[in-house]
């Protein structure tokens, strides 16, 4: 887990996993702000 404009993001797995893609959850405390689906 890293900081991201004073959030938290992480890589979220899945299973339908695609090398180069992932997906990451931004969260400001425990609320989740928005999922975004990231390609390397």
Known sequence: I???NGSFFEEI???DF???VYFIK???G???IS???VIK
Request: hydrophobic residues 30%; without cysteine; proline residues 6%.
């Open 26 to 28: 931004i969260q400001s």
């Open 35 to 37: 999922v975004k689906k």
């Open 2 to 4: 890293s900081f991201y």
């Open 30 to 32: 425990n609320k989740v």
């Open 13 to 15: 797995n899945t299973k």
């Open 18 to 20: 695609v090398p180069g």
